[in-house]
């Protein structure tokens, strides 16, 4: 069964590529075409113009995400089926859940807005992702340290943080599209209006908030039971911190001081930069009581 979600997880990968060329060719793909127009002296004057690519690429990429979300199921499934046990105990693991539900908060949101240019930030993210997990992260299955058995809070609350760090991922898509569009000036027709960008941002945001501070609040609880202690300032445990301040930051300028456009744009990307940071760099680099778990 490891071998399967390995497998799966490459079939993933492989759809993910088709649906990130899909999206991009809908979002920002076209040729130039000449044509030839009649002149009031019976002349002919050739003119360039920019023809977009058919809608029905923005259909390959919607199809193959969803292929790819299901092949991710799959791929997870047949690791808590090889491990006996919720499959994010390792960065591999942790990775393809992490993918996986960022598709999943994808296609809803593509759904509930109709607006399938978001994938073109997106799934080039899932796609570095999946491409980061398979060529540096061991895939197989490895037994957990004793403190690292608790199927009860501790899966908890890494599968809520799984579902944090994916929600918020939209906003960073949403944000990245805001700056390539330039705000009013429209440089692209088929990405969504500022406002619609603004708004996918906002409500991912307030999914993604809440969900976090639970995450940290469920990880304090489990670190009371693991090392006697709710908070120890662990790299970890701090960078979440952070991150969730930061968010906090957004919402409270959106809401009270008006905050729209440019510059919550900008700082909601400065705010998915905390959570890549939390996700690698204190997991890999930093030493602390969150890297006993291994790669």
Do not use: C
């Not at 060529?135 to 340290?145: D, G, K, S």
């Not at 805001?178 to 409500?203: C, K, M, N, T």
């Amino acid at each position: 069964m490891a071998e399967a979600s390995v497998t799966a997880l490459w079939v993933a990968l492989g759809l993910t590529a088709v649906a990130v060329l899909g999206y991009w060719a809908y979002a920002f793909g076209g040729w130039l075409s000449l044509r030839r127009l009649a002149t009031p002296g019976q002349g002919q004057l050739t003119v360039a113009t920019w023809e977009r690519f058919p809608e029905p690429l923005g259909r390959l990429g919607t199809w193959a995400t969803w292929g790819a979300l299901l092949a991710m199921v799959v791929s997870l499934a047949a690791r808590w089926q090889a491990s006996d046990r919720p499959p994010w105990a390792n960065m591999w693991e942790f990775t393809a859940a992490f993918t996986g539900a960022i598709m999943l908060f994808y296609v809803l949101f593509e759904r509930w807005y109709g607006q399938r240019a978001l994938g073109a930030v997106v799934q080039p993210l899932v796609l570095a992702l999946l491409a980061t997990n398979v060529a540096f992260f061991p895939a197989e299955v490895r037994p957990l340290v004793p403190a690292l058995q608790s199927r009860g809070i501790l899966a908890a609350h890494v599968g809520v943080m799984v579902l944090a760090y994916a929600a918020l991922s939209l906003s960073f898509g949403a944000a990245v599209l805001y700056l390539l569009q330039g705000g009013e000036r429209r440089r692209f027709p088929r990405l969504p209006s500022p406002e619609v960008l603004d708004e996918i941002a906002f409500r991912s945001v307030a999914i993604g908030f809440p969900l976090l501070a639970l995450g940290i609040a469920l990880g304090a609880y489990w670190g009371n039971t693991a090392w006697g202690r709710y908070w120890g300032w662990d790299p970890k445990e701090t960078a979440a911190l952070v991150t969730w301040l930061i968010y906090g930051v957004y919402l409270h300028l959106r809401g009270l001081r008006g905050w729209r456009g440019g510059r919550s744009a900008v700082l909601l990307v400065v705010a998915y930069g905390a959570v890549l940071f939390t996700y690698f760099a204190v997991n890999l680099v930093v030493a602390g009581l969150h890297s006993y778990a291994g790669v």
